[in-house]
């Protein structure tokens, strides 16, 4: 059974670089690592995937260590509309194990 | 085009009673996965639905039951409601099954009040 934990909360500074964390154990060496957004009264919003390494897109960036056993996802210059819920997922052992969610405030 | 669609976006039923949830997946996307969403769990995943077929299952009582249809709509039932039950209910989809590089888009869930 993958447990996912994340920090319940964390603030930031407009313009300034996030990173959150996701601890996981148990998964395999393929396993997908997933991050969502999720708004008030909406559902997630994919951010970023991964399963190893370092993946980069236009939003955010994913580093996986080699020993797999957490995730960061790191958002460059937050501005305040990423006030959200940020969310990692892994699938492990064709399960689907959402984490405990990190609520991101951005300060102006 | 078109994201999921989660019908209906709001529901009340009383305990004891059964309720079917329906969703309509991204045009050509073939997988549907189901989450429940509650304050005190969080996002726990119910099942995942591919071609027609449930691939994989969470760890919920049968109580808790889907389907998906030869259109990749899907629908989710739960009978004998407790209370425990209220919560929103996410549906998913994506192009591929879960196993392989995919990206699920979800719908804006279904708020189900057991009273």
């Known amino acids: 059974l993958a447990k996912t934990t994340q920090p319940i909360s964390m603030d930031s500074y407009e313009g300034q670089e996030v990173n959150i964390t996701c601890s996981h154990n148990?998964?395999?060496?393929?396993?997908?690592i997933t991050w969502y957004q999720q708004f008030p009264s909406q559902g997630p919003r994919f951010i970023i995937q991964?399963?190893?390494t370092k993946v980069t897109n236009e939003v955010a960036s994913l580093f996986i260590p080699a020993d797999r056993k957490s995730s960061t996802l790191s958002l460059p210059r937050v501005s305040l509309s990423d006030t959200a819920v940020y969310y990692c997922?892994?699938?492990?052992?064709?399960?689907?194990?959402f984490g405990t969610g990190t609520s991101l405030t951005v300060i102006p | 085009k078109a994201g999921v669609t989660q019908t209906p976006r709001y529901l009340i039923k009383t305990r004891g009673q059964q309720v079917t949830l329906s969703c309509s997946p991204i045009s050509g996307h073939r997988s549907v996965s189901w989450y429940q969403q509650t304050p005190g769990q969080g996002l726990q995943f119910l099942f995942e639905?591919?071609?027609?077929?449930?691939?994989n299952k969470g760890n919920f009582p049968g109580r808790f039951s889907g389907r998906q249809f030869s259109n990749s709509r899907s629908e989710m039932n739960v009978s004998t409601l407790e209370l425990g039950d209220s919560a929103l209910y996410l549906c998913?989809?994506?192009?591929?099954?879960?196993?392989?590089?995919?990206?699920?888009?979800f719908g804006p869930g279904t708020r189900l009040t057991v009273t």
């Open positions: 997922l892994v699938e492990t052992g064709n399960q689907f194990y």
């Open positions: 148990n998964i395999a060496t393929n396993d997908y």
């Open positions: 998913a989809s994506s192009l591929e099954f879960s196993g392989s590089s995919y990206e699920q888009y």
């Open positions: 991964g399963y190893k």
């Open positions: 639905y591919f071609s027609e077929t449930q691939r």
